[in-house]
């Protein structure tokens, strides 16, 4: 049992360090702001829950186990809000969509007449 558990945290924490770097590769590559926060903001999100998970099961304790947990709840709804929100006001600041961008959909709702 022991094996398993520790073959998983194995698991968890290579996949925690493969969706870091797959957010640092998206963040250099894409062509936008826009495009390098959704990279961004999804794949730290995986890439950290899992690391958070992994230290649940290695401590198996209650209490750690229950930080763990509620790391994670706050990864889950802090990290998207926080994108979100960077990308509205790259908007709103007008920082420019990228050349390949066919369809602005914000741009009929902003209020922006110009």
């Known amino acids: 049992m ?3 558990i520790d073959s998983l945290i194995i698991v968890l924490l290579a996949m925690g360090g493969l969706f870091s770097l797959l957010a640092a590769v998206g963040i250099l590559v894409m062509p936008d702001v826009y495009t390098r926060m959704q990279a961004a903001s999804k794949a ?3 890439g950290a829950t899992s690391i958070v ?3 649940a099961l290695h401590f198996q304790e209650a209490g750690v186990v229950a930080r763990c947990l509620l790391v994670c709840v706050f990864l889950f709804v ?3 809000v926080a994108s979100h929100l960077i990308a509205r006001a790259a908007y709103r600041a007008r920082e420019p ?3 390949e961008t066919s369809v602005d959909e914000l741009a009929e709702h ?3 007449e110009s």
């Open 2 to 4: 022991l094996a398993l």
């Open 44 to 46: 730290v999100t995986f």
């Open 53 to 55: 998970l992994a230290a």
């Open 78 to 80: 802090t990290i998207p």
């Open 97 to 99: 969509l990228a050349p």
């Open 110 to 112: 902003s209020g922006d």
